[in-house]
């Protein structure tokens, strides 16, 4: 499954019409129910920091959700717990009592040195771990890569929720981006998401199915 639209509100809209109408998707019976689910899925942003970011068809009480996580991609320092700002800001710190690896401070190095670099590469997934967790984290890998002036960038995500989860994915990812950008001195460019499993469950489908039509 494809998607390619201009903005992150456009591109969601896009991408659950897409499930709401795959003829092949996979039935799974999750943990939190059951859900229909489309495998390797790309979307495709042109513009991710162009209005609208949010749909208003997006639940309201869920956009507290959306800065929260987006808190976490920034490493805000009043987050607590989240597995993301854990792996990029301080990777590894639990081994050994430091600080662990600030994975964006070294991502803006590269590119700073080499803008034209293919191994900007940020880590989410920790094999040691995640594994065992009921609830892993979900980004696995992000590559952020500097063509033309402008920042590209790619996530890997394990597992997102179409419905809820996509729009903290979305922002958050975008939100780590501009801020790279800049402080480089760029302007952020079209950012790639690959969902090994991107899925509506059941419950969501009856307030769902509006943007299917």
Known sequence: ????????????????RAL???????????????????HD????????QAEPIISPDYPAELVALVDSYTAGFLGHPDVRGSTASDRLYAWGARFGGGPGINQVARAEIALR?????????LGFWDPA??????????????SLRIRGGFIS??????????WLGAFPMFV???ALVGRVSERLGCRVGPATFVFLSYHLYDLDLPV??????
């Open 113 to 121: 040195d080499v803008p034209e670099s293919r191994s900007t590469i």
């Open 1 to 16: 499954m494809h998607v390619e639209a201009d903005t992150i509100a456009a591109a969601w809209h896009e991408s659950v």
């Open 129 to 142: 771990v995640d594994p065992r967790l009921e609830n892993p984290v979900s980004p696995l890998v992000a």
């Open 20 to 38: 709401l109408h795959r003829a092949e998707l996979v039935r799974y019976d999750s943990l939190r129910g059951a859900c229909s689910e489309a």
């Open 41 to 48: 899925v790309m979307i495709q942003i042109r513009q991710p």
């Open 208 to 213: 769902a199915r509006h943007l299917g039509r």
């Open 153 to 162: 960038s790619t996530l890997v995500a394990r597992s997102v929720d179409a």
């Open 172 to 174: 958050g990812f975008i």
